[in-house]
């Protein structure tokens, strides 16, 4: 699949494809979007929301969450806020998400049959690392959103100048619900 892939960027440059998504840093409509990492969402999303390349920092993980109060998705943010312009955020999280109903004991045991050293794991744990807070999803896609909204907007390094607002797209439709 990475051949196929390498030989359609080659062509791609060499027919200067490249030249529609010509664009600066900047981002034009000064909104950064935090969203789930769902192939879905990939075309769905910037086509449901009328954007195109260049209009806004799109910023995307698992289940579109917050997992860490210094972690890259706040440095994303920051980075964005004060770098780069932006003055409004948008948390969007979709329907049937993937991240709904994660369970982290479920992973490790996964993790586990696929070669991952069970010490490994253990030497996490007496690290410091919470696998239920850092691998579990969650059960209400809304409330997510309103916590990662929540998080966002009490953050102490975000300016409570900065807009943020919480949707679910439908990842079907692309029906945008206003949760926040």
């Not at 994303?76 to 312009?85: H, P, R, W, Y």
């Not at 003055?87 to 709904?100: K, L, P, Q, W």
């Not at 050293?117 to 007496?126: G, K, L």
Request: aromatic share 8%; hydrophobic share 45%; net charge negative.
């Amino acid at each position: 699949m990475l051949e196929e892939i390498l030989a359609y960027n080659k062509k791609f440059v060499e027919n200067k494809g490249y030249e529609a998504y010509i664009t600066n840093k900047y981002p034009d409509k000064k909104i950064a979007i935090l969203s789930c990492m769902d192939t879905r969402l990939t075309a769905l999303l910037p086509a449901a929301l009328g954007i195109k390349n260049g209009d806004v920092k799109m910023i995307k993980n698992a289940g579109g969450v917050i997992s860490h109060p210094f972690g890259s998705v706040i440095r994303s943010l920051l980075v964005a806020i004060f770098e780069l312009g932006v003055e409004e955020i948008m948390v969007i999280a979709h329907s049937d998400c993937g991240a709904c109903h994660m369970h982290s004991e479920e992973m490790l045991e996964k993790m586990k049959a696929r070669g991952i050293n069970p010490d490994y794991i253990d030497m996490m744990r007496f690290c410091g690392v919470d696998f239920h807070s850092w691998l579990d999803g969650f059960e209400d896609t809304e409330k997510s959103v309103r916590g990662t909204v929540d998080f966002i907007v009490r953050h102490p390094l975000i300016p409570a100048d900065v807009k943020v607002y919480g949707f679910i797209i439908d990842s079907m439709t692309g029906e945008l619900s206003r949760v926040v």
